[in-house]
T-cell receptor, first 109, second 116 residues
Framework: EDQVTQSPEALRLQEGESSSLNCSYT??????LFWYRQDPGKGPEFLFT???AGEEKEKERLKATLTKKESFLHITAPKPEDSATYLC??????????FGKGTRLHILP | DAGVIQSPRHEVTEMGQEVTLRCKPI?????LFWYRQTMMRGLELLIY????????DSGMPEDRFSAKMPNASFSTLKIQPSEPRDSAVYFC??????????????FGNGTRLTVT
């Protein structure tokens, strides 16, 4: 069965303290891995797509990487405005998208 | 572009009542998805459409749930009768084409459903 597991469930960091969020997946025939950001009361907002092991994407303080079994979202020198829930999703067979439960990130000023 | 529009934003109803959630996708998007989000289970795919045709409804929890897409600009998710365990945030999302880096999912801001 296709599955996406994110860890940790929640993470509190001081402003400027870098860290990484993990997304491990089990899927038959990965067609793409997506990262989304979700703010309270809003729908998820697209950040990155990764397609193959070794691929990396960057956006401001965020960098996403992909291996054959997992993806990492690295956050460098985070600011309070980076506080949000970060969701990982995989595109499995056909066009079905399966999401993990997310990591709630809180950056303390 | 106004983005994906969902209504209502909040719905409070009593057990046994019928609930209808509405979604207007982004114009020109061929794919429409309905998701449900809870703390326990995260975001779960309920059903998705391609060119108004339901493709996969295996995530619909039971026969009390039904979804329609009568045209390219409107979809509904209906729960009849509603139960307290249906309380969740329901999201609609659309995509212009086969999901790629250039055409990811675009989400609405959801409908928070509370069934008492």
């Amino acid at each position: 069965e296709d599955q996406v597991t994110q860890s940790p469930e929640a993470l509190r960091l001081q402003e400027g303290e870098s860290s990484s969020l993990n997304c491990s997946y089990t899927v038959s025939g990965l067609r793409g891995l997506f990262w989304y950001r979700q703010d309270p009361g809003k729908g998820p907002e697209f950040l990155f797509t990764l397609y193959s092991a070794g691929e990396e994407k960057e956006k401001e303080r965020l960098k996403a990487t992909l291996t054959k079994k997992e993806s990492f979202l690295h956050i460098t020198a985070p600011k309070p405005e980076d506080s949000a829930t970060y969701l990982c999703a995989v595109q499995a067979r056909y066009d079905k998208i399966i999401f993990g439960k997310g990591t709630r990130l809180h950056i303390l000023p | 572009d106004a983005g994906v529009i969902q209504s209502p934003r909040h719905e409070v109803t009593e057990m046994g009542q019928e609930v209808t959630l509405r979604c207007k996708p982004i114009s020109g998007h061929d794919y429409l998805f309905w998701y449900r989000q809870t703390m326990m289970r995260g975001l779960e795919l309920l059903i998705y459409f391609n060119n108004n045709v339901p493709i996969d409804d295996s995530g619909m929890p039971e026969d009390r749930f039904s979804a329609k897409m009568p045209n390219a600009s409107f979809s509904t998710l209906k729960i009849q009768p509603s139960e307290p365990r249906d309380s969740a945030v329901y999201f609609c999302a659309s995509s212009p084409d086969r999901l790629t880096a250039n055409s990811p999912l675009h989400f609405g801001n959801g409908t928070r459903l509370t069934v008492t």
